[in-house]
């Protein structure tokens, strides 16, 4: 199929779900292939994407690049709600059935199983992933773009690549040079550690201690079966994509590397895929894969969650959402747990790198002025910007972020100004704090997870509020129904606090190591930029914001930190985990450990109490647009004895 500068090859069609049907929607079809892209950088908003001049041109001066794409769709079009629903796939991977239809997660969406609970099939959407990470390799079923190496009179840019790697267990001496095995890496131009540095530290600030350059090289250490019974045999390959240390890298330890590396892509190339791509599929060409009545898709809707929410706060930033025709792309978006970031799309890049956190990835500058979709002014510079600064072709947003956000994401400034002053939200933005949840919430967890953190990781069941919110979503841009305000902590009522005053209100649970400070800004930018956290009740569970049910009728204090374990830098917060701390259960127990929170039994007397009171909070959720009828079941399912085994409580069943 072919439209000009964008040119569909499907390379396999057939059916979804074995053909079963999802009511009004009747049976799902999946159209699997390639698109090809020609893009006119005149098109391209002025000095959004950084080496555009260095991408090879065709001979009408445009740049070629070809994404996977995948399409799920209603066999019989008419059938469909008309609606475009866009995942941006996370790193290549397609999550949306996984958190909007509770499905499995997989890169092959092909069974019933497949779908889940069918919510999107259900409501009719025609679900589209097409890639636009072009810095991936090949596996794991991920969706790839191609896009042009930058160049200079015909050679590949060269120039200072710093990457970071964390070991987390013992043993291992090699890396990529990308710190991810996903990800290509940005070739060395030397073999010569001489003219490269590498160094480690304990914590992101401790003084960086030089690595010797003859303990460790350039190379990748290749392990195998030696033959006549020689037993496991090793060899140190050299490899201009990897790194090795030759006594391994020390756990939990911070290693940076500093070489001059080479071929940087014009990753930013991926934004104009994406706006092509969906303009496309909103077009009226015979060619396009989603035309029916003679249009294609009347209304388009992005979803993207962590890297890929931040893609869209980027996106609409860098002002994308307007195609070649100055006509509007997305009509809605839905960036979920982005925090205050964008992506960081510069020469030398590694996309995959998560936003800068406490510990991991502290230096990664995803997070620069402006954070908020509203207009506020910059210390450092004077500028006065905003991410959503161009209403004719702004879509309308939902931005939604957890707890982890505010401690790990420096969230608070996406409706603050940089002094931590409560910022109005524009017209077309509503932003939701998902209270007491954290970063990943998996929708079908069953045990909290361990690792090398101090808690069990944060249990509370969130993802009926995906389906609330999208619901929500189309009301708005098909009906002008505004969703319900923003929910979030303000300074203005003190529900956002410093972190002193959150250290003073968050309980004295024995043994239970809490975070010092937020993630936050080094140096003058510290200094600038004001980083507040929600403050909590006496449970230490979160006030403002929408409480799931499990928040609103708590078993645990529910957190969007977790502290390392000693060894892996130890104090610091882990990654993007949250905590579950258990109540005590009995009042006996209180007595003997001096926990100051009620216990379970003093809160609800019986397992049925407790469902009972999730089942209060569940039809408030409703009542209020955040959870739909069909949730509530579910819902209090969950809560049956005692919520296990998310929580690992030894109550009896009842």
């Not at 999208?470 to 003190?494: E, I, K």
């Amino acid at each position: 199929m072919t439209s000009g500068r964008v040119a569909f090859a499907i390379e396999d069609r057939g059916q979804f779900a074995a053909g079963d049907g999802f009511g009004p929607s009747g049976a799902y079809e999946r159209l699997v292939g390639k698109v090809h892209v020609r893009v006119d950088p005149t098109s391209v908003p002025g000095g959004s994407i950084a080496d555009l001049e260095l991408a090879p041109s065709d001979e009408d001066g445009l740049i070629g690049c070809t994404a996977d794409f995948m399409i799920l769709k209603p066999v019989d079009l008419g059938r469909a709600n008309g609606r475009l629903f866009f995942d941006y796939g996370n790193r290549g991977n397609k999550r949306a059935l996984q958190f909007f239809n509770d499905a499995a997660h997989t890169n092959n969406p092909l069974t019933r199983s497949h779908a889940g609970n069918g919510f999107l099939m259900r409501r009719g959407y025609s679900v589209v992933w097409v890639a636009w990470q072009a810095d991936l390799l090949p596996g794991g079923g991920r969706m790839l773009l191609d896009v042009p190496v930058a160049r200079i009179d015909g050679k590949a840019v060269t120039g200072l690549v710093r990457t970071e790697f964390i070991a987390d267990r013992a043993g291992i001496t090699s890396f990529p040079l990308s710190a991810r095995i996903t990800t290509r890496s940005h070739p060395a131009t030397s073999l010569d550690t001489r003219r490269a540095k590498l160094t480690r530290r304990r914590y992101p600030g401790s003084e960086p201690v030089v690595v010797p350059a003859e303990h460790w090289g350039f190379a990748q250490e290749e392990i195998g079966i030696g033959l006549d019974n020689a037993g496991e045999e090793r060899a140190i390959v050299p490899s201009v994509i990897h790194i090795h240390v030759a006594n391994g890298m020390q756990p939990g330890w911070i290693y940076e590397l500093e070489y001059e590396g080479s071929a940087p892509l014009v990753l930013g190339l991926g934004h104009a895929v994406v706006r092509d791509t969906i303009a496309y599929l909103k077009s009226g060409s015979a060619d396009n894969p989603l035309l029916h009545a003679g249009h294609g898709a009347q209304k388009a809707y992005a979803w993207g969650r962590s890297q890929t929410g931040r893609c869209i706060r980027d996106f609409i930033y860098r002002g994308f959402n307007a195609d070649h025709r100055g006509e509007r792309v997305f009509d809605g978006v839905f960036s979920h747990v982005a925090g205050a970031g964008r992506m960081n799309m510069s020469r030398f890049a590694n996309l995959t790198i998560a936003g800068s956190q406490q510990y991991e990835d502290h230096g990664n500058t995803t997070d620069t002025f402006p954070f908020a979709y509203a207009v506020s002014d910059d210390p450092l510079t004077g500028v006065r910007d905003a991410i959503a600064k161009r209403p004719d072709t702004d879509p309308l947003i939902i931005h939604t972020q957890t707890s982890t956000e505010y401690w790990q994401r420096r969230g608070s400034l996406v409706h603050t100004d940089a002094f931590g002053n409560d910022l109005p939200d524009p017209e077309n933005v509503r932003i939701y704090s998902w209270a007491g949840s954290q970063h990943y919430a998996d929708p079908r967890a069953e045990k909290a997870a361990r690792g090398a953190f101090e808690f069990p990781t944060n249990v509370v069941q969130t993802s009926f509020l995906f389906r609330a919110l999208l619901d929500a979503l189309d009301r708005w841009a098909t009906d002008g129904v505004p969703p319900p305000p923003s929910r979030v902590p303000r300074r203005s009522d003190g529900t956002l606090v410093a972190v002193e005053a959150w250290r003073s209100a968050f309980p004295r649970i024995p043994g239970a190591l809490a975070p010092r400070t937020p993630n936050g800004f080094d140096g003058s930018t510290a200094e600038a930029y004001a980083v507040l956290v929600p403050a909590v009740d006496p449970d230490g569970n979160e006030i403002a914001g929408i409480r799931a049910p499990m928040v609103a009728a708590p078993l645990a204090t529910y957190t969007g930190w977790n502290v390392r374990s000693r060894g892996f830098g130890h104090g610091a917060m882990h990654g993007f985990d949250g905590a579950t701390i258990v109540f005590p259960e009995t009042v006996d127990e209180v007595a003997a450990t001096g926990d100051p929170r009620r216990p379970i039994l003093e809160r609800y007397g019986r397992g049925d109490g407790y469902v009972a009171r999730i089942r209060a909070a569940a039809e408030t959720l409703i009542a209020e647009g955040f959870m739909l009828e069909e949730d509530l079941e579910p819902t209090l399912a969950l809560a049956g004895d005692w919520g296990r085994p998310r929580h690992d409580l030894s109550l009896p069943a009842e």
